[in-house]
């Protein structure tokens, strides 16, 4: 087994060019990452789609084998996976965060191995037979963010992989140290050349979008970038699936109980301390709890600890990098000057290291502020009060992005009745933000196209081709 000091020398690059990645909490170097050309990228393409024809040909359930090895494989390097992620993203080890990250990494390679996905017929009546089946792809590009890092990697590649595709990644230049040790250990159990990692610049994620070898791209991120991305595959037709930005609402009925659901709503909200794509980011609560529904989230979040990852302590960290600091702390100081009231938090110390943002929650905030319009994708909740469901519901629904939505009540046909009208992918009952490898996720709106886990991403990952006769 590795050691953190053995999985870092083997990631290190000993020649070209490099970028010094810091740890967000406290500045300290965690290591040199390759700054790779578009040269390199070449090249990787060039290994996947040399490798990728006998990948294919192994069949499903041989693919499936080599995933199952993969996992053990994540399994034997979890906690230095966890310790790097720790230090590059800046989550605490601890709490839905780098062990629950690196965890999660073996349990989806591991589900996306068991998912059948068995030939569909369609139409077999005596005189016409026909089937659907699902052909590998051939190459596909991954392109990953800085927020869960290795845990969204997976996601692209698990299901890529087990369809018969090779792949090829581009990390987030925020956290490439984490992607690619997670493609070293798996690559001690896949064949060479199928998988592999190019960590450069937006000009090798540009040209991974237009290349004609790239069958299809898997991205999340920012909607502005995934227009880019759409604009750049259109000349080559590429498949895409798309998990874009989200400013989730979440939606409490007058029925339910704030003490009862107050710690699902924090983590809902502060999961990645606030950075996920679908968090909770702005909360509707009915006026006749929105008093006692701010005072027990308030009780959760004063006792959360927020500090550097390594601490075993901590279930908060940082912000990942100061470009989205500075977006939260501009939205907070908006909700401040607008005469919002800031319930905790809001008063960031000065002069310490890291991207420290003191957890936050705001009441008494209209809906237009642009704490609650805009994604914040930080510690800072604006909590919105609302007097009809209808109100609610329309506040909701009054965005362009639809990634995840929740609502809270103690009347599941209720809240359900609630949830068929909002604009969303998926809308959670008395939970925020959980995903399943096995239930299919996807955005509405300006928050992407396609889905992922499950039959229907593997089918993503797949040309589908019928044969009739």
């Known amino acids: 087994m590795e050691t953190y000091t053995d999985l870092l020398t083997a990631i290190t690059p000993v020649s070209g060019e490099t970028r010094t990645m810091l740890d967000p909490a406290t500045g300290e170097i965690v290591g040199e990452a390759p700054v790779h050309t578009v040269e390199d990228l070449e090249r990787a393409i060039a290994s996947a789609t040399a490798a990728q024809p006998a990948w294919a040909a192994l069949g499903h359930e041989a693919r499936s084998a080599v995933l199952l090895k993969a996992a053990d494989a994540v399994d034997r390097s979890a906690e230095e996976l966890a310790r790097l992620l720790s230090r ?121 979008a237009e290349h004609p070898a790239i069958g299809k791209i898997m991205f999340t991120g920012s909607t502005a970038t995934g227009k880019a991305i759409i604009k750049s595959s259109a000349g080559t037709v590429k498949r895409l699936t798309l998990e874009l930005g989200g400013n989730d609402a979440g939606i409490v009925l007058p029925d339910a109980d704030p003490k009862a659901i107050a710690e699902n709503l924090f983590w809902g909200a502060f999961i990645n301390t606030g950075q996920t794509c679908a968090a909770l980011k702005r909360l509707y609560v009915h006026e006749d709890i929105y008093d006692a529904v701010c005072e027990e989230l308030t009780a959760v979040a004063a006792a959360m600890p927020m500090g550097v990852g390594l601490d075993e302590n901590n279930m908060l960290g940082p912000l990942q990098n100061k470009a989205q600091l500075d977006i939260v702390a501009r939205l907070v100081e908006a909700a401040k000057d607008s005469g919002a009231r800031v319930l905790l938090g809001g008063n960031p110390e000065t002069g310490q290291p890291g991207y420290f943002y003191p957890t936050t929650l705001v009441a008494d905030i209209e809906n237009n502020n642009p704490l609650v319009a805009e994604e914040q994708f930080g ?54 933000g959980g995903v399943d490898p096995r239930i299919p996720f996807g955005g509405a709106k300006q928050s992407g196209y396609g889905l992922e886990f499950g039959v229907e991403g593997l089918k993503a990952l797949g040309v589908p081709q019928v044969i009739n006769g």
Request: glycine share 10%; proline share 6%.
């Open 379 to 432: 510690p800072a909740l604006p909590i919105i009060r609302y007097s009809s469901v209808d109100e609610a519901v329309a506040m909701a629904n009054g965005l362009d992005v639809g990634l995840g939505a929740s609502v809270w009540s103690a009347d599941l046909d209720a809240a359900r009745s609630v949830a068929a009208r909002i604009q969303a992918g998926t809308v959670w009952i008395n939970s925020h």
């Open 88 to 208: 590059e993203q800046g989550k605490p080890l601890n709490g839905p965060n780098a062990r629950f990250e690196v965890g999660a990494c073996a349990a989806w390679l591991r589900a996306t191995a068991a998912t059948e996905l068995a030939a569909e017929t369609v139409v077999d009546d005596g005189s016409t037979h026909a089937q659907i089946h699902y052909r590998p792809i051939g190459v596909v590009g991954a392109i990953g963010p800085w927020n869960w890092p290795m845990m969204i990697t997976i996601w692209q590649i698990a299901p890529a992989l087990r369809m018969g595709n090779a792949v090829v990644v581009k990390p987030s230049e925020y956290t490439p140290l984490s992607v690619l040790a997670l493609v070293h250990v798996l690559n001690q159990e896949l064949p060479e050349g199928l998988l592999s990692a190019v960590s450069g610049g937006r000009d090798v994620g540009a040209r991974l």
